[in-house]
């Protein structure tokens, strides 16, 4: 006896379709061809301001204190000083 395929029927196959009313037009979203331009540029926005808050939250520049590493740690803070003796 051969085994029969079983198949699964569609839900929606004996449903009309969605009807066209004309009161909710203006809710249906239109496809528009600038979303996705605008949507890339609200992206290219955002890691634009994100790239200015890291560059904010890293320094650029050298420490102002005297051994010019933004270091808190004591050994770091003396193989910066030793460092900069060596150089001069």
């Given at each position: ?32 061809p600038d979303r996705h ?52």
């Amino acid at each position: 006896m051969a085994k029969r395929k079983k198949t699964i029927a569609d839900p929606h196959a004996d449903q009309k379709p969605y009807p066209h009313l004309t009161g909710l037009d203006r809710y249906r979203r239109a496809p528009d061809p600038d979303r996705h331009a605008y949507g890339a540029a609200v992206m290219a926005a955002v890691r634009a301001l994100q790239a200015r808050e890291l560059a904010r939250e890293l320094p650029s520049h050298p420490c102002p204190c005297a051994s010019g590493v933004w270091a808190s740690d004591g050994q770091e803070i003396l193989r910066a000083v030793r460092a900069q003796n060596r150089r001069a």
